[in-house]
């Protein structure tokens, strides 16, 4: 008699799948190949705390805003101002407003099993938003909104200056890529954002709250967060 083989590694995916509990979807294409410019935290000698004062003080002098002027608080970021990772989502919803601070209530929670599911504690990165305002209803914002806030959020980017960009939502990746098609056909893939003279990895993967509507979307998710992992660990990031 023959004994059956099991395959420990598809049985270890499966339960990670199982505990983040709503689902993730992605294609296993090519990672593109960069050469990644080493941010030297030296170059800001400035406190980057103050830096995010002056540059929310920016934001909420925006005029003729019906984001702005429909919405209750201006949600920056939260997190390890000094981290090695920044994650951007779409725009502030419910609860997020409320506490004016990124990723609350259940898409919170669903982020913090995501991240640590590749051995992250969330409080260690720092996350924001390509929005910093609630749209109204929480609708998706337009090309418009994304385009003007893009220059808040590339601001934001060079303060933070990680070694590696999360984008979470078709949002934050036409913020920061330009890149306006189908999430689904662009997720899962490193490209690379230059700013001031640096070079960026970027990741683009689904929102959370995307994957709270549509579960089955979660094996593609856990796709992308394990070739974050296999990043991190190649450019020895320690978070």
């Avoid at 004016?100 to 504690?121: D, Q, R, T, Y």
């Avoid at 709250?209 to 660990?233: A, G, M, Q, T, V």
Wanted: hydrophobic share 35%; glycine share 4%.
């Amino acid at each position: 008699m023959t004994k059956k083989v099991i395959n420990q590694k598809g049985k270890f995916d499966e339960e990670i799948l199982n505990l983040i509990e709503p689902n993730f979807i992605f294609k296993d294409k090519p990672i593109n190949r960069f050469k990644i410019v080493e941010n030297n935290e030296d170059n800001y000698p400035t406190n980057k705390n103050d830096l995010l004062e002056k540059l929310k003080i920016k934001i909420n002098s925006i005029d003729n805003c019906k984001l702005k002027n429909n919405s209750q608080n201006l949600v920056l970021g939260e997190g390890n101002v000094n981290s090695p990772i920044m994650l951007i989502g779409e725009a502030p919803g419910v609860e997020e407003e409320k506490f004016s601070a990124p990723f609350k209530g259940e898409v919170g929670e669903l982020l913090n099993k995501m991240l640590l599911a590749i051995e992250i504690k969330r409080q260690k990165i720092y996350c924001s938003y390509a929005i910093n305002f609630r749209p109204p209803e929480d609708r998706k914002p337009t090309s418009l909104e994304i385009k003007r806030y893009s220059v808040f959020l590339k601001e934001h980017i060079s303060i933070i200056n990680p070694k590696i960009i999360i984008l979470m939502g078709g949002s934050a990746m036409e913020a920061v890529t330009g890149i306006n098609t189908k999430l689904s056909s662009e997720r899962g893939k490193w490209k690379e954002t230059i700013l001031k003279n640096k070079t960026y990895p970027v990741m683009i993967s689904f929102n959370p709250s995307y994957l709270i509507r549509f579960p089955e979307n979660k094996k593609y998710s856990w796709e992308d967060l394990k070739k974050i992992k296999k990043k991190i660990d190649e450019l020895k990031i320690v978070i």
